[in-house]
């Protein structure tokens, strides 16, 4: 029998695949049971950060409450919401400007291409040089 793990932090997250065979993060609250197919490399990381530890014997699998299984359905709806417009932006080639709260790297992204082709255009180097800052009131 595979060895299980039980959260002893309040929350940690890891990587599991998905029914799609794609990787997703997913958080587990303290007392929870880690899923079997969390990579062995997660698993000694939290071992030794003391966020996880390993139990004796068959875990009794932790159920969600009505309550929690709504929230849980609600963000992951706004999550495949999320995915589906990136997906349906990328594969239109729309350029999409950044909201202020995104990444440096997705600033970055955006400057280069929007500079593309254009005099005086921004190389990946030149665009990381700047601030997050400096690039959100460039190309504000």
Do not use: C
Request: proline content about 6%; aromatic content about 4%.
């Amino acid at each position: 029998m595979a060895k299980q793990y039980k959260v002893t932090a309040p929350y940690v997250t890891v990587l599991v695949n998905s029914g799609d065979g794609l990787p997703r993060m997913a958080g587990f609250y303290k007392d929870h049971v880690l899923p079997p197919e969390v990579p062995a490399a997660q698993v000694e990381a939290h071992l030794s950060s003391g966020l996880i530890e390993e139990i004796e014997g068959v875990a009794e699998v932790a159920t969600a409450t009505d309550e929690e299984k709504a929230a849980a359905d609600a963000a992951n709806e706004v999550l495949l919401r999320a995915q589906r417009e990136r997906d349906e932006r990328l594969g239109s080639g729309e350029l999409r400007k950044p909201e202020r709260s995104d990444p440096k790297a997705s600033w970055v992204a955006y400057a280069v291409a929007k500079t593309a082709d254009t005099p005086g255009a921004l190389t990946e180097a030149e665009a990381n040089d700047l601030s997050k800052a400096e690039l959100v009131e460039r190309f504000k």
